[in-house]
C-alpha cells in the first residue's frame, strides 16, 4: 500500500498578519519545577510517567472550565490556514537537503534550566534568519517551563512552520493545538495506543495540522507504521534513561518505507552528526539543546547547516 499523503495548503503568511480568535483557553494548573535537575537527579527514570500524570490532571481540570465540545467548536472556526510542516521538509528531501527543525525551549529535565533569559520569540526569529526549516516550541511546563503563549508569540513573529512539543494524550490538547496556531503537533507512540494515536491523528487531520510520530525502537515503529502518518520522529533519546545516541536513527532510519519521511530527533550536536543520520535516509534533524547552550542560538543553528 503506497502511503496517501494528506496535506493542508501551505500558506506562508507575513508576520504579524494572520489574526486568531481569542477563545481564552484556560490556563495551565502545573507550574514549573523550579529545579528541573534536582528533581530528574532523585527520579529519572519516570520523569515521562509524571509529566503524563501531571498532563492529565492538568487536562481534567481545563476541560472543567472549557468543555472538549466547546474546545472543538473553537477549533473547528479557525479559518487562518496552517503553515505546512510536512510539506516544508518534504520540499528539502526533493533537494536532497537535511532540514533543520530548530527547537525553542527555556528548559528540560536532562539539561535543566537552558536559558534564564528566556525570550523565546527572539529566539525564533534568529533561527529564521539562520536558514531553518521549521520550529518547534515546547509548551509543556512543569519540566520545560514551556507555556502555549509561546506559540502564539512565535507564531505573530515568524512564518515558519511550527510544531508544538508537548505531551499530547487527549483530544482535548489537539483542538487547543489548533487553536494556539500549531501547524503540527508531536505524537509519542511511547505513550499512547495505537487506537489512541490513531484517534489524535484523525482529530489533527480534520483540522489541518500535520503529525509527527515519534518511535525510539522497531516495535515503536512497527506500530507507528501501522497508522496513516506521514512524519515519523526518530527519538535518538531513551526516555526512560534521558540518554541519547544517534546510533538510534542509525538503526531505525533504513526500515522506515521511502515513503514516509524521517526526522532525527535530540542529541544532534554537529554537522558530522547532521551528515551521519542524513545518510541512513533522515530528512531532517530536530535539534535544540546544542543550539540553546550557546550565547547565539542563530549563529549556532548557522554553523550546524554550515553557512559559517
Ligand atoms: O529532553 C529531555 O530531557 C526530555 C525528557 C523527557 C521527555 C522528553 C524530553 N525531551 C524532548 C525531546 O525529545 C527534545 O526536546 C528534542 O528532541 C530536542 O532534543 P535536543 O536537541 O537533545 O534538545
Redesign the pocket.
Known sequence: MTFMYHRPAMTYSPEGTEQFPDPEIPETTTPPIKDPEAETAADRSD??AR?CARTRVDIEQRSQIMSLKEITARAREVTVPTRGFGQALQHLTADRQVGLIA?I?KA????GILRPDYNPVEIAQEYQAAGATCL?V?TEGS?FHGSTDDIRAVREACSLPILR?DFILDPWQVHESRLIGADCILLIMAILTETQAAELIAIARGLDMDVLLEVHDEAELNRALALDTFLIGI?N?N?RT?K?DIQTTIDLAPLVPPDRLVVS????RTQDDMMKVGAVGASAV?????L?REPDPGVAARRLLGFV
Open positions: 520523569v515521562l509529566i527547537e525551549k528540560s529535565p536532562s539539561a518547534s515546547l519540566c512539543k527519538n533519546r526516555l534521558l541519547t530527533e535530540s542529541g544532534i530536530l535539534v535544540g539543546e546544542s540553546l
